[in-house]
């Protein structure tokens, strides 16, 4: 079964506007990571949040982690018509050793 | 470094055939992973090696499913006899330690009809 599911299934936002989107999982996790696919292409890592933490940046990206809740949000501010991709958390369960193991993924289209 | 390179890139086949995938991981890399992706399971991490030696098979899907590391710098996925419900893109993917960020290749779009 899916580890980790993300929330929404397909959001679409206007250039400029931040887009939000959320990953819950089931077990305890070493760590969780966001991956960034475009059409047709692989997947390119964007950020990896440990679970001893609650928040990282990178550029405009914005990652929140809360174990208790066993979820996760990826916040991408000032969103661009170059954003548009399919945006997927992974999981690095716990006794897992280091299986990541992907959620279904958010389409993000971000309309210029 | 070029990234993992993946072969070949589109691969259309008839049922019963054998297909390979080849994938080439980046140097330094210990650790190589095969993913499938569709729409309807989403992306399926079929086997990873550790130091050429496989480690996990608990996803590839049946006997007809084959994976080999003959060196650190080469890996195949084998699919032998075909069916047309392997048609998938498959993905090869390298990491320096487990449970880290994955470097992806670009995929190869396996087609069986």
């Known amino acids: 079964s899916q580890q980790g599911e993300e929330d929404p299934q397909a959001l679409s936002i206007q250039e400029g506007e931040n887009a939000t989107m959320n990953c819950s999982y089931k077990t305890s996790i070493n760590n969780l990571q966001w991956y960034r696919q475009n059409s047709g292409r692989g997947l390119v890592h964007l950020i990896l949040?440990?679970?001893?933490?609650r928040e990282k940046h990178s550029g405009r990206l914005r990652v929140t982690l809360d174990t208790s809740k066993k979820s996760s949000s990826l916040l991408i501010t000032a969103s661009r018509a170059a954003d548009t991709a399919s945006y997927f958390c992974?999981?690095?369960?716990?006794?897992?050793?280091?299986?990541?193991?992907f959620g279904q993924g958010t389409t993000l289209q971000v309309k210029p | 470094d070029a990234g993992v390179i993946q072969s070949p890139r589109h691969e259309v086949t008839e049922m019963g055939q054998e297909v390979t995938l080849r994938c080439k991981p980046i140097s330094g890399h210990d650790y190589l992973f095969w993913y499938r992706q569709t729409m309807m399971r989403g992306l399926e991490l079929l086997i990873y090696?550790?130091?050429?030696?496989?480690?996990?098979d608990s996803g590839m899907p049946e006997d007809r499913f084959s994976a080999k590391m003959p060196n650190a710098s080469f890996s195949t996925l084998k699919i032998q006899p075909s069916e047309p419900r392997d048609s998938a893109v498959y993905f090869c993917?390298?990491?320096?330690?487990?449970?880290?960020?994955?470097?992806f290749g670009s995929g190869t779009q396996l087609s069986v009809l």
């Open positions: 993917a390298s990491s320096l330690a487990l449970g880290e960020k994955l470097f």
């Open positions: 949040i440990r679970s001893n933490e």
């Open positions: 090696f550790n130091n050429n030696v496989p480690i996990d």
């Open positions: 992974a999981t690095d369960a716990k006794g897992n050793t280091g299986k990541l193991i």
